[in-house]
């Protein structure tokens, strides 16, 4: 059985060996770590469950959609960055409340910037000042705090309609019994 040595070309270490051999590191070293990180987020995305999973995944779609849109010049740098801002808000929120809750559930989120409260709350938006973690507005919304992701978003939870409609029986009840006064039971 005969063996085949065969010997390998020697890079010479002139300027384009040296380039070539940097190069072909440098290209490997990317392929590597963009491999890692991928690898890292689905770890990452593991903890939660299915629910949570196919949000998380929905944003990144979103993000793409972005992406790909400001590549076609269609949207403005500013657009570009605001919007994958916000999705980055909403991923930062949706991750804060699955580990909060340890629950695969996750409410509908908006995150608003500042000057576009009125996109939710019509032309008479809540004041900044009086946005409080936990309250609801207008039976529709449930504040549930700020991330700054670039810039300042204030995100809120939509009510699901049992939500709701425990709310408005909530109040209906509340208002009937301040009128009249407690029966004696005796």
Same mark, same amino acid.
């Given at each position: 059985?005969?063996?085949?040595?065969?010997?390998?070309?020697?890079?010479?270490?002139?300027?384009?060996?040296?380039?070539?051999?940097?190069? /072909?590191?440098?290209?490997?070293?990317?392929?590597?770590?963009?491999?890692? /990180?991928?690898?890292?987020?689905?770890?990452?995305? *593991?903890?939660?469950?299915?629910?949570? $999973?196919?949000?998380?995944?929905?944003?990144? !779609?979103?993000?793409?959609?972005?992406? *790909?849109?400001?590549?076609?010049?269609?949207? &403005?740098? &500013?657009?570009? $960055?605001?919007?994958? !801002?916000?999705?980055?808000?909403?991923?930062?929120?949706?991750?804060?409340?699955?580990?909060?809750?340890?629950? *695969?559930?996750?409410?509908?989120?908006?995150?608003?910037?500042?000057?576009?409260?009125?996109?939710?709350?019509?032309?008479?938006?809540?004041?900044?000042?009086?946005?409080?973690?936990?309250?609801?507005?207008?039976?529709?919304?449930?504040?549930?705090?700020?991330?700054?992701?670039?810039?300042?978003?204030?995100?809120?939870?939509?009510?699901?309609?049992?939500?709701?409609?425990?709310?408005?029986?909530?109040?209906?009840?509340?208002?009937?019994?301040?009128?009249?006064?407690?029966? !004696?039971?005796?």
């Amino acid at each position: 059985m005969a063996t085949l040595k065969a010997r390998l070309p020697a890079l010479p270490f002139t300027p384009i060996g040296v380039t070539l051999l940097l190069c /072909a590191l440098f290209a490997s070293s990317s392929v590597f770590s963009s491999a890692k /990180a991928s690898q890292t987020n689905q770890r990452s995305d *593991d903890e939660f469950g299915p629910v949570v $999973r196919a949000y998380l995944g929905y944003l990144k !779609n979103e993000q793409e959609v972005v992406d *790909d849109r400001v590549s076609r010049r269609e949207v &403005s740098a &500013s657009y570009y $960055r605001h919007n994958s !801002n916000r999705i980055k808000a909403l991923r930062q929120m949706a991750i804060r409340l699955a580990r909060e809750t340890h629950n *695969d559930y996750l409410p509908e989120l908006e995150a608003v910037g500042a000057s576009e409260l009125g996109l939710l709350f019509g032309p008479k938006p809540p004041l900044l000042s009086q946005l409080k973690v936990g309250e609801v507005f207008r039976n529709t919304f449930r504040f549930l705090g700020t991330v700054r992701s670039g810039d300042v978003f204030y995100l809120f939870a939509r009510l699901d309609p049992y939500e709701q409609a425990e709310l408005t029986e909530k109040a209906l009840s509340t208002k009937t019994t301040v009128g009249r006064p407690e029966k !004696n039971q005796h």
